[in-house]
């Protein structure tokens, strides 16, 4: 079973778990898109859903593919929220914003009764940071937000290149127009100091720390699909 196969199976998996009549979180990402498209066929085939999406990228799929949308102004409470992940640890702390849409899936994710993750067994780890944190700052004050992100990295005994992302030879723009941070720490030993930390910094918009969010994980292998749940 390849990288895909193993994508397809965690999304069949979450697929179970959408009901009819059911506002849903829509994901970003490769394993995202393979939910899109299994949604899309159920949704061909009679399923009454409603999706609010986490990036433009999700947006355009699913308008190609018709799986309903509406803003998260329109459904500001959301049923289920299904979203693929960088990394997941075994009590289901995240990162995310791989793709640069943190920020929205965050908030998405926030408005949902119930958060399912679903990635191949790649991103399951035993302590996060092997994937570069990424980090959003708005981009007024943007080396003096990068400079007090290096200060509370020292305070908290991380080390690593935290490089701003770019897009060609351009700077990386998110979808609301802000710039990204990529973090390599190697090694996050404490997440949750980590994220209120960053979240103290005025030019941080959000980081890619998805802490408490959520509930299930489903993790594919080449034995097919098992599901994580977060530990108390």
Do not use: Y
């Amino acid at each position: 079973m390849d990288a895909r196969q193993m994508k397809i199976k965690a999304a069949e998996a979450a697929l179970s778990h959408v009901e009819d009549g059911m506002r849903l979180g829509i994901g970003t990402g490769s394993t995202a898109e393979e939910f899109v498209r299994l949604l899309a066929e159920k949704v061909a085939s009679g399923l009454k859903v409603e999706g609010v999406p986490t990036s433009e990228r999700t947006a355009r799929l699913c308008v190609e593919l018709g799986v309903p949308l509406k803003s998260l102004d329109e459904l500001p409470e959301l049923d289920l929220t299904i979203d693929g992940a960088d990394e997941v640890d075994r009590s289901l702390r995240l990162i995310k914003g791989g793709g640069g849409a943190l920020l929205r899936e965050k908030i998405v994710a926030a408005a949902s009764s119930r958060m399912i993750v679903i990635a191949d067994e790649t991103k399951m780890v035993d302590t996060l940071g092997a994937f570069p944190l990424p980090i959003e700052i708005n981009p007024f004050g943007q080396v003096a937000t990068r400079i007090a992100v290096e200060k509370v990295a020292a305070r908290l005994g991380l080390s690593g290149e935290i490089a701003p992302r770019k897009s060609g030879d351009d700077p990386f723009m998110t979808d609301g127009g802000h710039l990204i941070l990529d973090a390599s720490f190697g090694r996050i030993p404490d997440a949750e100091a980590l994220g209120a930390s960053l979240n103290a910094i005025p030019g941080v918009v959000e980081h890619g720390l998805f802490i408490n969010l959520a509930a299930l994980a489903i993790i594919a292998g080449p034995s097919g699909a098992r599901t994580v749940e977060r530990q108390k």
